[in-house]
Nanobody
Framework: QVQLVESGGGLVQAGGSLRLSCAAS???????MGWFRQAPGKERDFVAA????????YYADSVKGRFTASRDNAKNMVYLQMNSLKPEDTAEYYC????????????????WGQGTQVTVSS
């Protein structure tokens, strides 16, 4: 089991940038890592994911070209660089881990962090 702790959320104006970090403990390097977000009253949605090796990344259409997922297996860290932020990006962002293939549904992921709030003002 992997334990995850997110950081880096905050309040930013539209068009601005934030970088989220996720610190992991456990067998991190063998896990695919994902980022999800959940706005109040809505479901937890897929944002981005990266394979255990870091060779492949996957993104929701709504964030393609603006967000970049990366990982540093030597430091047990995964990151989400968010550029050109929009008010509709406002949500609680969660880091997740799973062994094996990447799936876009939240219930396919086995480990979760506590979340970090991102608020984008217009």
């Amino acid at each position: 089991q992997v334990q995850l702790v997110e950081s880096g959320g905050g309040l930013v104006q539209a068009g601005g940038s934030l970088r989220l970090s996720c610190a992991a403990s456990g067998p991190f390097s063998s896990y695919a890592m994902g980022w999800f977000r959940q706005a109040p009253g809505k479901e937890r949605d897929f944002v981005a994911a990266i394979t255990w090796s870091g060779d492949n990344t996957y993104y929701a259409d709504s964030v393609k070209g603006r967000f970049t997922a990366s990982r540093d297996n030597a430091k047990n860290m995964v990151y989400l660089q968010m550029n050109s932020l929009k008010p509709e990006d406002t949500a609680e962002y969660y880091c997740a881990a799973r062994a094996g293939n990447i799936y876009y549904t939240a219930n396919s992921w086995s480990s979760w962090g506590q979340g970090t709030q991102v608020t984008v003002s217009s």
